[in-house]
């Protein structure tokens, strides 16, 4: 068919498959259907270029650690080298805006927000570079105010989709938060003023001996920090220690504070995210099912009384679509897509190609070893066969369980021992000899499958043990020098050889595949914690640099004592010895962030001014939101996961065939991510035969007409 | 048709009023069908007998207030009042029991682990008081092993369903939890056993000087410490001083052990809950039902094609189901049940009754104004209608809501000035005049009808304000001598007052009465932690009792410095002036389980020997379990009233009735605890028809056959 329509029926053909890949992977560009646009449009979706576009990303958030004040200073060029490197990343992402712009229609192009921010951020970027370069030169320090604007390429190239709904989500999450939120706040002033009342002539002192509850916004920051339990017992004590009575006080502020107001957070939260997400889901199915509709119309052939896409046109599709997959793979989905073997693809199963390039398919060749094939007379011989049988044999499985054991014994033993340094070795060589044994067994293309996470974690720890042990005793013996790094790294390799005893028991199994199957989830909050994080270190590092100083551990400055700071004098912070907690540099503010997210630890907050305290609530407030977020999503997700494994359950045996001496199966029966999950399920409630809303419509669904009684639209089949 | 019938007839009503009474409060108690044992029933769900039970039940935990080592001595009979006491509440036990035994099957009160756990716990408790007795007249410090048992009453006696069921509800998720957290424990003991190889070795301090990371039993317990984020940067500081790269073993070990297997053991609650919680509801619901067929068979009557009951017998009931109903809604409930008014209730309509009977409905009897009947004329003339139209002006609240924030200005300024103490007559006159107004003009019984919290809160807490503050300047003048605790008292109503705003802004009115609806299931969490909270105080007081003491501020002795303890010299404990918090009675005990709740904060576990920590980790596994399923039990709870809003958005109009000038409607179509949610949610798929299975299939339902395809019974219609 293909030979004998040229020129337009390819078109048409990358046309279609340009709207398959949106379809597959729920994008929303709209792109020009010239020919060029088209092809355009491939080169923007080519891997490389995506990849590049991340690098750049990558690169551009990581300046900050070469920048002023440096974790690294970069050897060469000094100060100058990271304003190039600045530059040459903002040239990449302008240069991946002006190829968006050629492939999407002019007035899509200007409309979109994203777009704008990008183009603004490049602008204001090279505005901030141009003013502190000036400033340099002329021995002025300025300050690079432009820097917390870097994540926002993270957030709005076409790519990083996820992180921009888990933003939207949040957004849209707001302005109901912010009532709980002020009856929250309103909660803690009217204690922090009963606090004032009953607590404030008292004459009490803190443990620090400073006057305790007699400033009111002081009360009211103590109060607050008390909600997030970091202060809990102090902030309590001088109360306590004057009379019995008043820890009630305390107890209902906790109990109405934290816990019942944490519960209608949640609850809110919750709420408007399921509102939220189910409008959007329901958004891009119906783009889908248009995607495809317009890909079967430009491919469409009238056959009898149906219109219908013919065989060879849909191969062609499928390997414009999805180049890498095998052919027997596309055979499976055409065998799936065209049930009665017809020579053509309806309407119906067309539009469902999207969902079938989305399954992960592994195909399990049946191969024979390759021994088997070289050398089948040792291969096959009795005692060869007994150790293959040896392996296969369960007690192998725990004859190594209680090797680990012993080894994990033995590495809590003392090092300095020469036996059990030796004992190492012949663990090693035990776990060598394993992972040979196996190989020998079964087939090593099929124990390399993409599937064996377990093997391909094993083979990896041991190879890397071996190297690391082999180095570390290569350095020794050579140089008499032994190297931490490499030592430290031999330790850790030992410690995670033992994680494989996990495998070993069916129900642990179990729960550690469930964990790998969240990780995308987990990936898009880290996305989201990155980008917070960002922000607020940045900002940290320009308000708080060099407030705090560490010094290390043998010096004799009478500074150490007080971390440098007069104002830290016999501060708890200070005897804690928290002076590494600071802000210097951005690696250090990370990890001051992040002990922040765990205990709302503010002594660093109460010792420089009181406007800090506002930056610390801030950040507080923020993490505390996308905390509920993700611990909603993740156990919606687990779930569901769990739900969807009985509704699915009969599932796995029509998709599972037998096709020319090829297995195949389809590698997971869970859902990887909540989208897609949900996506599914609002999908089986769109009849098949709907077209859904138009364009226009779709983008402006709003979550209140969530269910439309009378769909407007009917003009499909 | 009562009359003649006499005996025999009035023996079924009673009988089938029982069962209605039993389905309306969802109870399944098994009674016997005689005369006597009926009327006997009554008597034991006689509202006197319940609130005696818990009377003595109450009376019996707070026996440890009294008890050595005591918060309060009693001051006559000594010792041995509370050994008193304690048996005369055992002797209530019992006879609650023995009547019991006398409502119920003979066989089936022995087959109820209830009562046996009653039996025994009152049997293993008057032996330890003679064995205590017998010790104490030998002059021996006997040790009262049998009170930790005391929540065992709380829990067993059939009035306290909603906690039992939480109890069961835990145990069954037990199973499950137990494999995520032998893997949890796992990832504790390798991350420990890496941390051993990393920093054993580097002879690193900790603060309080001593090593750092050498022992591995210490390094677990330190670990698992970090997951609760109690020791956050502290345990982490030596290392990171050390090499900035050691922190990121400690991110890691965070992000894994408190984020990821927190969202796992979420999930896996959840899921645990959501199943077993299902087939609870599904029991009920059926035993509800059974119980109301049952009840109709006892007074049916063969009329036409079907059984009916008649219109004075079914009104019978219900006046002895419940005798405190006026007439009026009595008429009401008939007229729901009996649509088409045909002089009895079918078979349909009466098993609705039990939920009928649980609908709250608030009569709003439309009264005139008191003084309107009184003084016609006074109340109707222009100056009175010109003052009442003022205070059903927006502007009058604006007023209010104004006046309130001058009087938060006044409270926090300061209280020594008497300008300001005169200030706060004229505020509290202002608020006495706004309640006398509104009385004037808002009917004094609909503005104090049972729904108008605010108007309730408002006025009392008013005239408490009123009573202390004339309490407070008469004390003052009279003895000079200014009354601490009366002085408290003023300035908590002062502040309490200002809690009024909030009512004035819609959508703050809403999250409250939302969190008014989610006490009840509060209050069942609140007995779940009682009961785990008196436990483990009981048993902690015991261990721990006297290991540390508290010197009140102005000691000099030198022991104050180490809480009398020479163990905690120069620890932290001691320099941060926690010495009260100990186990020395149980208020202190309950104070400190409430911080270890809110932190686990476990210096204290640390200053005394190795075994303590085995009790605070024991408390704080048993308390989170408890708080996740808290909030997920709010969350739900929250949720599901979101969506039933809209669910049952229309049925309010209908059930809205007027009857008799009167005017009736439903007091909250919200649900007020997640059991009557679900099981209203689970009602409706069973069809009206069915019956539901037998009792004893009812009793033996496994959550694993949720969903039976073929019901075997359908016997009903």
Not at 44 to 67: C, G, K, P, R
Not at 262 to 287: G, P, W
Not at 393 to 403: A, E
């Amino acid at each position: 068919m293909l030979e004998h329509c040229c020129p337009l029926c390819q078109q048409g053909l990358l046309q279609a498959a340009a709207y398959v890949y949106d379809a597959q992977y729920n994008r929303n560009i709209p792109f020009e259907t010239s020919p060029k646009a088209v092809r355009l449009y491939y080169l923007y979706n080519h891997w490389s270029m995506q990849a590049a576009t991340y690098f750049f990303i990558f690169v551009d958030l990581a300046l900050a650690l070469f920048e002023e004040p440096a974790v690294y200073l970069l050897p060469f060029l000094g100060k100058y080298a990271t304003s190039l490197v600045e530059v040459l990343c903002l040239l990449v992402f302008f240069g991946r805006l002006v190829h968006f712009a050629q492939v999407t229609p002019r007035s899509v192009f200007w409309k979109d927000t994203k777009n704008i921010c990008i183009m603004i951020s490049i602008l204001v970027t090279l505005i901030d570079l141009i003013v502190y370069g000036a400033l340099r030169i002329s021995a002025i320090r300025g300050i690079r105010w432009s820097r917390p604007l870097r994540p926002i390429f993270l957030i709005n190239f076409a790519e990083s989709r996820q992180i921009r709904r888990a933003f939207r989500s949040i957004r849209n999450t707001l302005p109901e938060i912010t009532y709980v939120f002020l009856l929250f706040m309103f909660s803690v002033l009217m204690f922090s003023l009963m606090a004032l009342k009953l607590f404030g002539d008292r004459n009490l002192k803190t443990v620090e001996g400073s006057p305790y509850f007699t400033n009111y916004l002081e009360i009211v920051f103590n109060m607050y920090v008390l909600v997030t339990t970091a202060n809990s017992p102090d902030v309590m004590m001088p109360a306590y220690d004057f009379s019995w009575w008043y820890c009630l006080f305390f107890i209902v502020y906790v109990i109405i504070n934290t816990y019942i107001f944490m519960s209608v957070f949640l609850a809110v939260v919750y709420n408007n995210y399921r509102k939220h997400l189910k409008n959007e889901i329901r958004k891009l199915a119906y783009m889908k099912r248009r995607k495809m509709i317009e890909a079967f119309n430009l491919l469409k052939v009238k056959e009898g009384a149906e219109f219908v896409v013919k065989e060879d046109q849909w191969k062609h599709l499928v390997k414009l679509v999805a180049p890498d997959i095998s052919t027997s793979h596309r055979e499976l989905l055409l065998r799936i897509s065209d049930e009665e073997q017809k020579g053509c693809v309806d309407k119906k199963s067309f539009v469902r190609l999207a969902d079938l390039l989305n399954i992960q398919v592994i195909t399990i060749k049946l191969h024979s070893h390759p021994l088997d094939i070289w050398f089948p007379h040792v291969y096959n011989s009795t005692p060869s066969l007994c150790i293959r049988s040896m392996v296969r044999h369960k007690g192998f499985v725990w004859m190594y369980d209680v090797i680990i054991l012993i080894n994990a014994v033995f590495i809590a033993l003392d090092e300095k021992n020469p036996y059990i340094s030796y004992a190492e070795w012949v663990f090693l060589c035990l776990y060598i000899v394993e992972i040979l044994l196996k190989l020998y067994t079964y087939e090593p293309r099929n124990f390399f499958a993409r599937n064996q996470f377990w093997n391909w974690f094993d083979t990896s720890i041991i190879i890397a043990a071996l190297i690391a042990t082999v180095l570390n005793t290569a350095l020794r013996s050579v140089t008499i020098y032994n190297s931490q790094q490499v030592l430290d790294i031999v330790f850790i390799l030992r410690v995670l050889r033992l994680i494989r005893i996990i495998d070993s028991i069916q129900r642990f199994r179990v729960i550690m595949n469930t964990l790998i199957n969240i990780m995308p989830t987990m990936l898009t909050f880290g996305g989201l914690v990155l980008v917070v994080y960002y922000i607020f270190s940045i900002v940290g590092m320009e308000i708080f640099q060099g407030k705090v100083k560490f010094f290390a551990g043998n010096t004799t400055t009478p500074h150490a004592l007080y971390c440098g700071n007069p104002a830290l004098k016999d501060s708890t912070f200070a005897r804690a010895k928290y002076c590494k907690n600071n802000f210097n540099n951005i690696a250090s503010s990370f990890i001051v962030l992040m002990e922040l997210t765990v205990v709302n630890q503010c002594g660093f907050a109460l010792v420089t001014h009181q406007a800090a305290k506002l930056y610390f609530i801030t950040f507080h407030i923020v993490i505390v939101i996308m905390i509920i977020k993700d611990e909603l999503l993740n156990g919606k997700l687990l779930d569901n996961m769990e739900t969807s494994e009985n509704d699915l359950g009969g599932e796995e045996g029509t998709t599972k065939k037998k096709l020319k001496g090829l297995m195949f199966k389809i590698a997971s029966k869970r859902y990887r991510t909540v989208d897609a999950l949900l996506q599914r399920m609002f999908e089986a409630e769109i009849p098949p035969e709907e077209e859904g809303p138009s364009l226009d419509e779709i983008l402006n669904l709003s979550p209140n007409d969530a269910y439309p009684k009378n769909p407007v639209f009917d003009n499909a089949a």
